[in-house]
């Protein structure tokens, strides 16, 4: 299917776990986001991707790796899960018009 | 930093009410985008603004574009329980980058 899609769609992880968030979008669109989206914050970028490997830290990189081997994939690790990066993730690809965004991924860390 | 405040935060109304959400900036952007997202799904876009005192429609949606290119408003006119959602402003950070508000959250009850 054409699109953005975001695997798992629910994830739950323990403290210090190493975990990854699967973007993939059909469009070949160069730019690609990562953005967490927390009560009262609104949508914060983490990491953004210009095209296959080259990537750049956002507003709130700090415990973030990405990496884009294909432009296709985004994956989104969190190395060592912490509390505070229980939210909800989403990735964007942006085309002519502006930003599509997938359906998200909700993240609990415990 | 950019920032976009969003007023008001939350909003309940009854179906057939007019309202106007408002998207404010110090800062001057180049277009601003507004989305809508739907519990369980990544914003959508509705409209993009990009001239000083540029006025969109949307069917019953209405954006306006702020004459300095700092503030945005969206009006909806005679709500119905369809648009609930969260509004989301979003002004251009540079080329490919955008900053989003911390939105409205807009229910209209039946």
């Known amino acids: 299917d054409a699109g953005i899609t975001q695997s798992p769609r629910y994830k739950i992880t323990e403290t210090g776990r190493q975990v990854t968030l699967m973007c993939h979008q059909t469009?070949?669109?160069?730019?690609m986001f990562w953005y967490r989206q927390d009560l009262g914050h609104g949508l914060r970028l983490i990491y953004y991707?210009?095209?296959?490997?080259?990537?750049d830290k956002g507003e709130v990189p700090d415990g973030y790796v990405v990496s884009r081997s294909k432009t296709e994939n985004f994956p989104l690790t969190l190395e060592s899960a912490t509390r505070s990066q229980t939210s909800v993730y989403f990735c964007?690809?942006?085309?002519?018009?502006?930003?599509?965004f997938g359906s998200g991924t909700r993240l609990t860390v415990v | 930093t950019q920032l976009l405040e969003q007023s008001p935060q939350f909003l309940s109304i009854q179906e057939g009410e007019n309202l106007t959400v408002y998207c404010n900036s110090s800062?001057?952007?180049?277009?601003l985008q507004w989305y809508r997202q739907e519990p369980g799904e990544g914003p959508v876009l509705l409209v993009t603004?990009?001239?000083?005192?540029e006025v969109k429609k949307l069917k019953r949606l209405t954006f306006q574009f702020g004459d300095a290119r700092k503030d945005s408003s969206l009006h909806i006119t005679a709500a119905q329980p369809g648009d609930t959602g969260l509004y989301l402003c979003?002004?251009?950070?540079?080329?490919?980058?955008?900053?989003f508000g911390t939105g409205t959250r807009l229910k209209v009850l039946a």
């Open positions: 964007a690809s942006r085309g002519q018009h502006g930003y599509t």
């Open positions: 991707s210009a095209a296959a490997d080259i990537t």
């Open positions: 800062s001057v952007f180049s277009s």
């Open positions: 603004v990009v001239t000083g005192g």
């Open positions: 469009w070949s669109h160069s730019y």
């Open positions: 979003a002004g251009a950070s540079g080329t490919y980058k955008y900053i």
